[in-house]
């Protein structure tokens, strides 16, 4: 693994407030993306009281080659009791913005889209006036799927684009195809006029400036509004390797150029998809 450049440099999380949630999160027996993907913000969102929830369990029918998700066959055991504790979880944190994502579960009929949309309903009963962005999987392009998931009441739908193009099915699962996820996006877009779209990539994984330039310009031709950039990090020596570390300044180029275009852009070294995703969704809505 190559040596972190400073600007890398994350702050660790208070002990108390670490605490406090993992020990919901463990009571709860839920899982978040904050480490099951190994995010670098988890100290900084968890001090705020935050976290994003992965549903679905924690073993992704997917092997992209960048991420730390445990891959396999789940056998299509689905937890339906796990809308339920989200919901308490919520409130024992007094979350007033949720971002639920999951893994990819190619093992359901549904994809897992009805999981979402339980959860979803049951956050809307405990409070109507809770904000609530989804980051899921591309339901192999489904209408009927990404439907239900669009109306079921959320302000913010996001599924990830991950890579440039050119890459991409190099360091993605066989199963994801760049241009399939812009489909999602803009169906889900065409659905619902109301909800905010968003999407993003990683880079340092061997694209160019120029092409996430590309990538950009797809996702605001494809209706996304909101949209992220962060470093991609080597999550273990299995994983493939980093091709270089992008600068602030670069980030913030990109960020740039993106606003060009009417995106609203969150981009910088340690941005991941729902990092401060409240705020990105404010700003969204009153661009």
Not at 10 to 21: A, M, R, S, T
Not at 115 to 129: A, H, Q, S
Not at 180 to 197: G, P, R
Request: hydrophobic content about 35%; overall charge neutral; charged content about 30%.
């Amino acid at each position: 693994m190559q040596r972190k450049p400073s600007w890398l440099k994350v702050k660790l999380p208070h002990k108390e407030q670490y605490g406090k949630i993992k020990k919901i999160l463990k009571d709860k027996k839920l899982h978040t993306v904050c480490i099951e993907a190994q995010c670098p913000n988890l100290g900084q969102c968890w001090d705020q009281g935050t976290a994003t929830f992965m549903i679905l369990g924690d073993v992704c029918t997917r092997a992209c080659r960048f991420c730390a998700t445990k891959s396999g066959d789940p056998g299509g055991i689905i937890d339906k009791s796990e809308p339920e504790r989200l919901r308490d979880a919520v409130e024992m944190l007094g979350l007033d913005y949720v971002v639920i994502t999951s893994v990819d579960r190619d093992d359901l009929k549904d994809g897992g889209a009805g999981i979402f949309r339980e959860t979803v309903r049951l956050l809307k009963k405990y409070r109507n006036d809770i904000g609530i962005e989804v980051l899921v999987p591309d339901f192999s392009g489904e209408y009927k799927l990404i439907e239900s998931v669009v109306n079921s009441g959320i302000n913010v739908f996001a599924h990830n684009i991950d890579v440039v193009r050119r890459i991409s099915d190099n360091v993605r699962d066989r199963r994801s195809k760049y241009d399939l996820s812009l489909n999602v996006l803009n169906l889900a877009s065409e659905i619902n006029k109301d909800i905010v779209i968003k999407s993003g990539i990683m880079v340092g994984i061997g694209e160019t400036d120029d092409e996430v330039f590309e990538v950009m310009e797809d996702a605001a031709n494809n209706n996304v509004k909101l949209f992220t950039i962060g470093q991609y990090l080597q999550p273990t020596r299995k994983n493939i390797d980093v091709d270089r570390f992008v600068t602030p300044e670069t980030f913030s180029l990109y960020e740039k150029e993106g606003r060009k275009i009417g995106l609203v852009v969150k981009s910088g070294p340690l941005v991941r998809s729902s990092y401060m995703a409240k705020t990105a969704y404010l700003e969204a809505i009153d661009a």
